[in-house]
């Protein structure tokens, strides 16, 4: 270890060594327990005497700022009541810029880092319990091995080509998608290719047109870039796309299963919503983050599949599917504007660590994917089969479930006047994490509701929740004999 010391001329060398370690013990600069170089390196290295150094270091321990132990060497003490080094508040000319990103809203940051209830009905996680450990942890040796020979040098900007073709064929085999490897970037997440792609199509000023009730993330990530964020309202077939505004140079969309509310996007909705782009030239994002799961009806493919003109931006993540942690996903670009984005992508991150991108590609490769997705279906359709059973039973007077048939998400659309906050709060107390759909309004709500994610609580334990739930409603918001008897459905658009 080399230690940053300065000696000047050859006038009190001691003293000059002395001040130096002095004063990075007493500021923090030298860690507290970290290991001095030895007396005869040091001096060495400074081009001092043993003596001069050993000296210093006698003194260092008397003052008590270092302890020596026998046959091992010298480490810093620092001193209890060390002064902290305090910087002048310098006017900064970014100051505004600064406030700007203090001021912009993180959606969903702090569920995602809160501590869970024991019943947590939080959307977009798996459970850890179902991963593959020994087959991915194979898969990692493998990586290990492959990554040997290219030891030191960056990966390819757009991925791996064994990942990209990996992701190419499973996207074609399980929705459809019509491209090329070289179509495919691979990302951080899906969260990443929703930055790279507004970076590489935005401009401030630009208006992007998304769902309303959406995902929040999504419309936080064009509106810090300037673009103006325009809500679409949905209804029972998905984006009204009549409301659609001239001018429009990005739609951003989920159209296999609504994010917050569950429902697909009916076949003559996707027709017109390809049409209004191409009349627009604007980019779609289809954003198909948990489409993977699909419990009735006939498989649907992506939008993507039914793009002719080039136009649809298809967004996958790894992280739904196997584990948040992971920080794997992808984007399958229309061919014009690939170069671009490879571009954007290069001088945002240059490449996605090649380590997770190895051990996917084998993950996909030896046919794990596919079985674990298969695995944790059977799981999801018996939480999902629960949740129906207490909905369109005992909590039926107060909710009703929008229907949805892929993902592992359902909404819950409140019956009657209730004051959510309050279950939430009860709930809360009950150990059991609810959250609202009006989290996912930019504006006012327009339904009340649940969101209820299935992917992180086992079967038996929905009972338990829900049981306690009907209990808190029972309290807060009771029915009469004939309003249980005589629910009205809600049936008004979505």
Known sequence: MELHILIDGTRDLGGQLYRQLSEAIRSGRLADGQQLPPSRL?????GLSRKTVSDVYDKLAYEKLLVGKVGVGSFVQTPRAAPQRRHASTPLASAQRIAHWEATPTPLRHASQETPARYAFIGGRATPAHFPQDAWRACMLHALRQGGSARGRYGPVAG??????????H??????????????????????????????????????????????????VFASLGARVVGIDVDEDGLIVGQIPDGTRLIYVTPAHQFPLGMPMSMARRQALLERARQLGAIII???????FRYEGRPEDALQSMDRYGIVAHVGSFSKILLPELRLGYVVLPQAIVAAMQTVKYLS???????????????????HLLRHIRRCHDIYAGRRER????????LAPWFRLVPASAGFHVAALAQAPLDIAELLRRARLADISLYA??????????QEGLFLGYGAIDRLDIDTALARVLAILQEIAPLSVNGAANRVANDSAL
Do not use: M
């Not at 289809?286 to 993977?292: F, I, N």
């Open 42 to 46: 040091l001096a060495s290295q400074l």
């Open 160 to 169: 791996l080509p064994s990942l990209r073709a990996a992701i190419a064929g």
């Open 171 to 220: 996207a074609a085999f399980s929705r459809g998608i019509h491209c090329t490897e070289e179509q495919v970037i691979v990302t951080s997440g899906a969260q990443q290719a929703l930055h790279l792609l507004a970076l590489t199509l935005l401009e401030p000023g630009d208006t992007v047109a998304v769902e309303e009730p959406g995902y929040p993330v999504a419309r936080a």
């Open 286 to 292: 289809e954003d198909d983050y948990d489409s993977a």
């Open 349 to 367: 991150d240059c490449h996605t660590a090649n380590l997770g991108q190895h051990a996917l590609a084998k993950f996909i490769a030896d046919g």
């Open 387 to 394: 949740l129906q059973h207490w909905f369109n039973g005992p």
């Open 437 to 446: 759909l009006s989290g996912f309004y930019d504006g006012p709500a327009r």
